[in-house]
Structures are given as structure tokens and as C-alpha cells.
């Protein structure tokens, strides 16, 4: 059978051939528009400015290189290199903690656990040595010696004590830095460039990622240095103490079929053959932990996921009556919970009967193999007792994968998912940066144009054509209405201009040095107080709170004015329609220059978008429109509409036509707005 060369699979992201160098990302200026105006430089040329952009990831080296398993492997051979090449993929992001960009206590932190467990391991032989010279004094009834000795056990155990709680400080700082930089890292990957938005549109093992953020990465984290430090302690242990094993044991002589056989060094070859029978029995009563401890932690993170649904839409859930429906999902998604834990326990219920029985065994067995040679006069009591103290210690360093075998499969699992999860991120950064699959470009407009989509084509991540061959140019102070049937592309051309989709051909071009804005159908409520809810994506005291009442007056919004500080679980409270007034008083606090309106006002009745589409053209009335909805009346509010059809082969632009008042009624709002509130189509070539 050939080498696996693991690689991840297609369901494993996005892959295109290799990995380019990774782009860094400007940092997004938040300021508001008057002082970043008074801050322009004469001749400087910026990308537009997006609202809510991913931050920097300094020092993030590139992706791995893209790879596939041997296509001569079976489909259960590709499966283990998959896996393999999961742990190694956890490393290659793990390691970087004591890498040039990593932490700089790492490597000091590691140095010093280092030197501790050695010398603890010399305070362990001191203990050693002492327990000989004390029941060789006792046996010879020198009481001086005694008393000596006792004194003596005071600093020893202080001393022993002391390093052990230095260890476990130096031993969990390390973990708990590990953890904070690599969760930052992950984190600042997993939300760059809307990648936590995309995961959710593409295949791949990356399900439940807050799970895999938090628990999996902590695990996954916390264990090596664990599992590390626990080797250095047992190799060196087993090194010191068998020494200590072959100087006292020597050799043991007894009569078989007339003659003598002598075993030199019996007390290490039976440590080491005691060891190895309990390490057999344990490997061969684990061999499933893997496998059980990545399913349990599968089970777990949907039954987390299950109830958090039901808290974020407990509403809709309510007015429903749909309890018992969400009872039985929840009930469903447990008993699979439970169904892993049994599986579980009963692995450790024979791991334990392996590991209590060797520990209980351990301490008599040397006993029995010395009381011969005391009972003969050869060995000392004292003799015999630093035998079976070492016996044990070299018992428990052989031993200790035996008892942390459990952990190591957890960890093993552990590694396996949050290594998923950054294997979809890197095939989402791969397909940024390729054009394999080609991407879409992103520059700066020709003229006065605020936004233009040049030959746009907009793909999905295999391939597949959604929005095809659109050519639009937005001028200054337009105000475009993108329509057509539902399933025609509309949604995904929004997520193209806003940049959430790389896939696809042409470019999106904006205005420089103009700044974007979106409201998308359902706003995002952030928890914390009310001003923070308005003031998102940028900080609470950005506005003082007179602009916030304001904003939240001119949208409808001036009751809860008075709750601005109050922090209350707004998502919750809010309904539907004031969930979008919040995302218009978000917008005229912000001043964009250009905004997308994303069925922004699906939630509201016809009187109240007629009202917060007026509101938004007085308040800003230089702002460039860009509109995506169905309802027809808000053809009034825009001079523009451009007709998305849906053909075989991806959308099409099939109309774009110039909106100018008509003699038709709209009501008292409109009429105000449009002088006689009709409205008749001029058409635009469509490009």
C-alpha cells in the first residue's frame, strides 16, 4: 500500500492548487465622516470604507498547501490519513505559540516547567533515599538517627511542596496563554472577510464552530502541555528510579530442576513486565476511546446548539405553541447524548478495573519478590521499603499512559474538530486569493460613479452559476431598486458587493474614499445596554446621548429613549419592525455615503416604510441608494430599478429603467415627496 499524502477533501472547503501569501488587511477607520473628511490628504486613495470590517491578524502565516489523499487508498484508508493529517494540521497553528510571532513567555514558561520537574524529581530520590535511612534506623533502634531523620523530612516535604505548586502555576499559565493565543488567532481568522457567515454556505466538517472555539480549542489546548510535562516526569522518573531498582534488587538466585537460576536486576524486569501487561490490557480495552470521545463530543455540541436555537427564537417558538415539536427535538438530540455517555462508561468502567488493580498490585508485588532476601539477611528493612517505594514510582511513570489514556483520546478528538473547523477557514482563504475558481475583484470606480458592477458573475463554491454577466453603474445621490422573483440572486448579489462572497468573475467597484453601509432583513442586536444597540457596529460612546434620542425620535423610536442605559435582552424584546427602525437610526447616526438596503423594511407596514424611506431621503439626501426588495410601493422612494430574471446558466439583468414621477395616488407621505405622487417608467438600455 502506498504512503496517504492526507489532503484535505473536498468537503473540507475550498482548495484551490496552492497557498499564495496572505494579504494583510488595512485597518478600518471608524471615526465619524466629518473629522475623517478634515483628515484626507490631497492625492490619497483609499478602498471604501465598509462598517464592521475584520481586523488584522498580525503575523498569520498562510494556509497549508492544499492536499488530497492517494487515490489508491480505500475509502477506510483515506479516512485514517484524513485523520492523521488533522493532528497535523492542529500543529501546524499550535506550534506557532512558540514561534517567532508566538507568545514571548512561551518559550521562557516551557524552560522553566522544564528545570522544576527535574528538580522535583531530585526532591522525589531525596524522599527515596530518606525512606531507606529511616527504617534502617528504626530496624537498628538509633534513636538518634531517628530524630535526625525526622527533622530532616520538614524541608524535604516543604521543599517538594513548594515546586509542585510552582509547576502547576508555570504549567497552567502556559495552557491558559496557549489557549488565549490560539483562540485569538482562530477567532480573528474565523471572522475576517465574513468567513463565519460563509462557512455556512459551503461543504465541510466545520458544524457547531462555537463549540469548537470554546470547548474543543481548550481542551485541545490544555492537554499537551499536560500530557508533555506528564512524559518528562514519568521518563525521568523511570530512568532515576530504576538505577534505584537494579543497585538494591541485584540479582535473585533460586533452585530449578537442580540448579540454580539467577535473574539479574529482578525487580526492573518485573516492573517492566507488569507494566507492559497492564499497557497491553488498556490499549486493548481503549481501542474505541478515540472514536466514542469524538462522537460524544459531536452529540454534545448539537444538543448545545439545539437549546440555543430555541432560546434566539423563543418568541416565534411561543406564538406558535410549537413547545412540544422543540421538546422532542431537544429530547431527541439528549438521548443521543445519553446513548454516548453509556458507550463511554462502560470504556472507563474497564479502564478502571485495569488501573485500580495495577495500583493496588503495585505496592506489594516488590514486598513479596525482597522478603526472601531480608528473610535470608541479605537486604535491610530500609532496604526493602526504598525497593517498593521505587518499585512504585517506576510503576507509576510505566503506567502513566495507562491512566491518562482517556484524556489523550479526548484530546485526540478534540484536536480533530477544531482542526476541521481550520481547514474549512483555510480553504475559504485559498479560494479569496485563487483564481481557480475565480474571484471576484474589488477596485475603485471610474468618474463620478459611486458603485459599478462590471461583468459581474457571481458563482458558488463549486462552481454553479447564480448571477451571471451584470453590468450596473450607480451615479452620486441615485437610488436604485434591485427587483425580481424570489430565488433569482438577488440576496447573493447583495453578499457579493458587500464583499461576504468572493466566488464569481467581474468586479464590484466603489467611489474611493467612500464608505459603505449595510442593513440587511434581520439586524443584528448586540447584548448590552440600549446605546450600544444603536451605536453597532461602532462603540457606545462614539454619540452622546442626545444624537441617540434623536435618531431613535426621527425612526419612530422615541419611547424607549428612556431606557437608552438600561441593558436588557434586546433581541428578544424588540420586535420584528423596531428591530429594522434601530438599523435606520443606525444608519443616520453613521452617514454613510453608499447603503444597501436588504429587504430593510420587509418587517414594517406600508405607512411606516413610506416613513423611514422619507426619513432617510431627508436626512441624507446626497446618499446613493442601493434597494433589494419585492413590495412594488417603494418604486415611489427610488429613481431607478434595475430587474433581476432568473434563466438557466445564473440570473440575468433582463431591465433597468429610470423611474420619474407619474400621475398616480400614493398617499399624503408620498405626494409630499413626489409633488403629484405619480410615477411612469423611462427605460435604460440595460449594458
Not at 3 to 26: V, W
Not at 307 to 335: M, P, W
Request: with cysteine; charged share 25%; glycine share 8%.
Amino acid at each position: 500500500m502506498s504512503e496517504a499524502k492526507p489532503r484535505s477533501r473536498p468537503t473540507d472547503g475550498i482548495k484551490p492548487r496552492a497557498a499564495p501569501k496572505r494579504r494583510r488587511q488595512k485597518p478600518r477607520d471608524e471615526s465619524p465622516r466629518a473629522e475623517e473628511e478634515s483628515k484626507k490628504k490631497p492625492g490619497d486613495k483609499k478602498a471604501p470604507i465598509v462598517e464592521a470590517a475584520a481586523p488584522d491578524i498580525a503575523g498569520e502565516a498562510p494556509p497549508p498547501e492544499a492536499v488530497e489523499p492517494d487515490p489508491e487508498l480505500t475509502p477506510e484508508e483515506a479516512e485514517q490519513a484524513r485523520k492523521k493529517y488533522l493532528l497535523k494540521r492542529f500543529w501546524i497553528s499550535g506550534r506557532g505559540y512558540w514561534g517567532r510571532h508566538g507568545d514571548r513567555l512561551g518559550w521562557p514558561l516551557s524552560v522553566g516547567l522544564l528545570i522544576l520537574i527535574v528538580v522535583n524529581v531530585g526532591f522525589q530520590y531525596g524522599i527515596n533515599v530518606w525512606n531507606r535511612s529511616i527504617f534502617d534506623a528504626i530496624e537498628k533502634r538509633d534513636a538518634h538517627t531517628v530524630y535526625f531523620l525526622s527533622a530532616v523530612f520538614v524541608p524535604l516535604v516543604l521543599g517538594s511542596i513548594s515546586l509542585v505548586v510552582a509547576q502547576v502555576w508555570l504549567r497552567m499559565t502556559m495552557q491558559r496563554r496557549w489557549r488565549a493565543w490560539l483562540t485569538t488567532s482562530v477567532i480573528a481568522r474565523w471572522l475576517a472577510n465574513g468567513r463565519y457567515y460563509q462557512l455556512n454556505l459551503v461543504k465541510g466538517d466545520h458544524q457547531n464552530p462555537e463549540a469548537r472555539l470554546s470547548e474543543d480549542l481548550r481542551v485541545a489546548t490544555e492537554s499537551p502541555v499536560d500530557f508533555v510535562a506528564g512524559v518528562i516526569v514519568a521518563t525521568l522518573s523511570a530512568s532515576t528510579f530504576i538505577v534505584v531498582l537494579w543497585t538494591i534488587g541485584g540479582a535473585l538466585s533460586f533452585p530449578l530442576g537442580g540448579s540454580t537460576i539467577t535473574v539479574p536486576g529482578f525487580l526492573v524486569i518485573t516492573a517492566v513486565i507488569y507494566a507492559a501487561i497492564t499497557s497491553t490490557s488498556m490499549f486493548a480495552i481503549g481501542r474505541d476511546f478515540v472514536r466514542l470521545s469524538e462522537e460524544k463530543n459531536q452529540t454534545e455540541a448539537e444538543f448545545r446548539y439545539v437549546l440555543t436555537r430555541v432560546r434566539e427564537n423563543g418568541e416565534s417558538i411561543a406564538l406558535l405553541g410549537g413547545e412540544e415539536e422543540e421538546r422532542s427535538g431537544i429530547d431527541r438530540t439528549f438521548a443521543g447524548v445519553l446513548k454516548r455517555w453509556a458507550q463511554l462508561t462502560g470504556q472507563h468502567m474497564r479502564t478502571a478495573l485495569v488501573s485500580q488493580g495495577s495500583s493496588l498490585f503495585a505496592p506489594v508485588v516488590p514486598v513479596l519478590l525482597c522478603a526472601p532476601k531480608f528473610l535470608e539477611g541479605s537486604m535491610s528493612l530500609g532496604q526493602v521499603m526504598q525497593a517498593a517505594s521505587a518499585f512504585a514510582i517506576v510503576q507509576s511513570a510505566f503506567g502513566w499512559l495507562v491512566d491518562n489514556y482517556p484524556r489523550l483520546a479526548d484530546w485526540n478528538a478534540s484536536a480533530r474538530r477544531i482542526a476541521s473547523l481550520m481547514m474549512s477557514l483555510d480553504g475559504l482563504e485559498r479560494a479569496e486569493q485563487s483564481d481557480e475558481l475565480g474571484r471576484i475583484k474589488r477596485g475603485e470606480t471610474k468618474g463620478d460613479a459611486m458603485l459599478s458592477l462590471d461583468d459581474l458573475s457571481v458563482t458558488l463554491d463549486d462552481g454553479t452559476s447564480v448571477v451571471k454577466e451584470t453590468e450596473v453603474a450607480v451615479e452620486p445621490g441615485e437610488r436604485v431598486l434591485v427587483s425580481g422573483e424570489s430565488g433569482s440572486g438577488k440576496s447573493t448579489l447583495v453578499r457579493a458587493i458587500a464583499g461576504l462572497w468572493p466566488w464569481g468573475s467581474g468586479s464590484v467597484n466603489f467611489h474611493p474614499d467612500r464608505r459603505l453601509f449595510m442593513l440587511p432583513q434581520r439586524p443584528y442586536i448586540p447584548s448590552g445596554t440600549l446605546r450600544r444597540v444603536v451605536a453597532y457596529p461602532a462603540a457606545a460612546n462614539k454619540w452622546k446621548l442626545d444624537q441617540i434620542k434623536a435618531a431613535l425620535d426621527k425612526v419612530g423610536l422615541g419611547h424607549l429613549a428612556g431606557r437608552i442605559k438600561e441593558e436588557a435582552p434586546w433581541d428578544q424584546t424588540l420586535s420584528g419592525g423596531e428591530k429594522q427602525r434601530v438599523a435606520f437610526a443606525r444608519l443616520l447616526l453613521h452617514r454613510p455615503d453608499i447603503v444597501v438596503l436588504d429587504e430593510a423594511t420587509s418587517a414594517l407596514d406600508e405607512k411606516s416604510q413610506d416613513q423611514m424611506m422619507a426619513t432617510v431621503i431627508r436626512e441624507l439626501p446626497e446618499v446613493t441608494i442601493l434597494s433589494v426588495a419585492h413590495r412594488a410601493e417603494l418604486e415611489a422612494f427610488h429613481t431607478r430599478k434595475i430587474t433581476l430574471e432568473r434563466h438557466k446558466g445564473g440570473a440575468k439583468l433582463v431591465r433597468d429603467i429610470d423611474l420619474v414621477p407619474r400621475n398616480r395616488k400614493r398617499g399624503l407621505l408620498t405626494r409630499a415627496l413626489w409633488g403629484s405622487g405619480t410615477t411612469t417608467e423611462k427605460p435604460r438600455k440595460a449594458k
